[in-house]
């Protein structure tokens, strides 16, 4: 069983900055990509960054320059640096990682942090 929890998010004034975190746990192998959407309310989940086992990022055009994806293999977590936030970027934020496990290869998903930006 994979278990990934998310930390970090929370209410923030426009122009602030936040840091998630999300701890992947249970019996993996390694993992692939990882990354972290987001969902705000009567919208789609969309992808916001990604980060690839040997540390290759993409982004959203929408937080390129704001935000930073990282990620600690040791310790299985991938992290979201969000900086120069705005209220757009209100959403519950989700992380998913592709994990290599037993059963094989498979996405997992986070419970979602809500991340609000207003003043």
């Known amino acids: 069983q994979v278990q990934l929890m998310e930390s970090g998010g929370g209410l923030v004034q426009p122009g602030g900055s936040l840091r998630l975190s999300c701890a992947a746990s249970?019996?993996?192998?390694?993992?692939?990509?990882m990354g972290w959407y987001r969902q705000a309310p009567g919208t789609e989940r969309e992808l916001v960054a990604a980060?690839?086992?040997?540390?290759?990022?993409n982004y959203a055009d929408s937080v390129k320059g704001r935000f930073t994806i990282s990620r600690d293999n040791a310790k299985n977590t991938v992290y979201l640096q969000m900086n120069s936030l705005k209220p757009e970027d209100t959403a519950v934020y989700y992380c998913?990682?592709?994990?290599?496990?037993?059963?094989?290869?498979?996405?997992?998903w986070g419970q979602g942090t809500q991340v609000t930006v207003s003043s």
């Open positions: 249970g019996s993996i192998f390694s993992i692939n990509d």
């Open positions: 998913n990682a592709d994990c290599h496990t037993t059963w094989g290869i498979y996405p997992y």
């Open positions: 980060i690839n086992s040997g540390g290759s990022t």
